[in-house]
T-cell receptor
């Protein structure tokens, strides 16, 4: 079972460069999410998409854009990367049944130098 | 403002003993709580959850207790095993208030189970 797949797993960017993190889920979930994890900060929500065609800001949206391409795919774009965006990024999707459990991908390690 | 707090960054327990991980929250609208476990270089995985209409939920070696008046929940692992060594995140959502789409996470507790 693939579950939630995100690419790339590792990326080094120079300040000011742009990049897109890709995410796809094969569980037919309606909702998808992007979180970032930083030491001592836990997991913070960047953006989420409750359903295909909708996106909403989370706790830390500045510097990011998202696209819900279809029900399966939800991408996160950094238009002009900054060192403060060095983090581990997790994509997730939600099972509306079974108590709102969110399923995570394996993470993307991004370093901005 | 940290709405979900895990005040212990780390916990060390001997194999076979009980591990107790604590979590406090401040938002009274939270009505659904989850625990996630995370190994290094992997995504968090769902462990156990509890609705605010309950005060206890058990799944094998894992039990979550909820004290709504104290806005406190805890995860008990009995008996603890070396494979339980991981970071544990507490999370909460306000489903009745329409916030079911968003989970708010704590900062995590690193559990180490020693032989």
């Amino acid at each position: 079972n693939a579950g939630v797949t995100q690419t790339p797993k590792f990326q080094v960017l120079k300040t000011g460069q742009s990049m897109t993190l890709q995410c796809a889920q094969d569980m037919n979930h309606n909702s998808m999410y992007w979180y970032r994890q930083d030491p001592g900060m836990g997991l913070r929500l960047i953006y989420y998409s409750a359903s295909e065609g909708t996106t909403d800001k989370g706790e830390v949206p500045n510097g990011y854009n998202v696209s819900r391409l279809n029900k399966r795919e939800f991408s996160l774009r950094l238009e002009s990367a900054a060192p403060s965006q060095t983090s581990v990024y997790f994509c997730a999707s939600r099972d509306r049944g079974a108590g709102n459990t969110i399923y995570f991908g394996e993470g993307s390690w991004l370093t901005v130098v | 403002d940290q709405q979900v707090k895990q005040n212990s960054p780390s916990l060390s327990v001997q194999e076979g003993r009980i591990s107790i991980l604590n979590c406090d929250y401040t938002n009274s609208m939270f009505d659904y709580f989850l625990w996630y476990k995370k190994y290094p270089a992997e995504g968090p995985t769902f462990l156990i959850s509890i609705s605010s209409i309950k005060d206890k939920n058990e799944d094998g070696r894992f039990t979550v207790f909820l004290n709504k008046s104290a806005k406190h929940l805890s995860l008990h692992i009995v008996p603890s095993q070396p494979g339980d060594s991981a970071v544990y995140f507490c999370a909460a959502s306000a489903t009745a208030a329409g916030g079911g789409n968003k989970l708010t996470f704590g900062t995590g507790t690193q559990l180490k189970v020693e032989l």
